[in-house]
């Protein structure tokens, strides 16, 4: 079984932390899982959303970690996801984490992410993760509260994966 694991950003590094987190949980869960790990390019390349949703189509679950600027998601990823078709996430689990400064900004970004993915077909799984920059202290890697959401993330995305290779 095989999961995308995206990374939407070409500058902020803190949006891998949490996915790290979270594909080590899920790959102690299930050994044989396999984990294609995206980056947004750093350039702009032509074949990287074709790439991506052909990815899509061989995996039931996209863990997809976002930063948000203002209230707004980046542009390459709400066109990315506006030009994919109806359906196109049919059947497909999706794991949001979304960085930014405050959590206004936040939710009101994450509500359009949902909105597009469902629209989509995808299922979007419970809890979204919301990560300020209060959430990253120094000296560890994410706060306790962060960790035990992203552990209840887990626990949905291991229940979604069992269910889906019955």
């Not at 995996?59 to 970690?65: F, H, K, T, V």
């Not at 359009?112 to 799984?125: D, F, K, M, P």
Request: glycine share 4%; aromatic share 8%.
């Amino acid at each position: 079984m095989k999961i995308i694991a995206l990374a939407f950003s070409r500058a902020d590094q803190r949006i891998r932390i949490p996915l790290d987190y979270l594909s080590a949980l899920l790959s102690e869960a299930f050994p044989a899982l396999t984990r294609d790990f995206l980056t947004l390019p750093r350039e702009e390349d032509s074949s990287f959303f074709p790439q991506l949703a052909s990815a899509l189509s061989d995996a039931p679950l996209l863990l997809l970690s976002t930063p948000v600027f203002q209230d707004s998601l980046p542009a390459a990823l709400e066109a990315f996801l506006q030009d994919l078709p109806q359906g196109a996430l049919q059947g497909k689990a999706l794991g949001i984490m979304v960085t930014g400064k405050n959590a206004w900004h936040l939710h009101k970004a994450a509500k359009t992410l949902v909105s597009l993915a469902e629209e989509r077909g995808a299922r979007i799984l419970k809890p979204l993760i919301f990560l300020e920059s209060k959430d990253y202290p120094l000296n560890t890697p994410l706060a306790e509260d962060i960790l035990t959401e992203l552990d209840l993330l887990a626990e949905a995305a291991e229940a979604y994966l069992l269910a889906y290779d019955r």
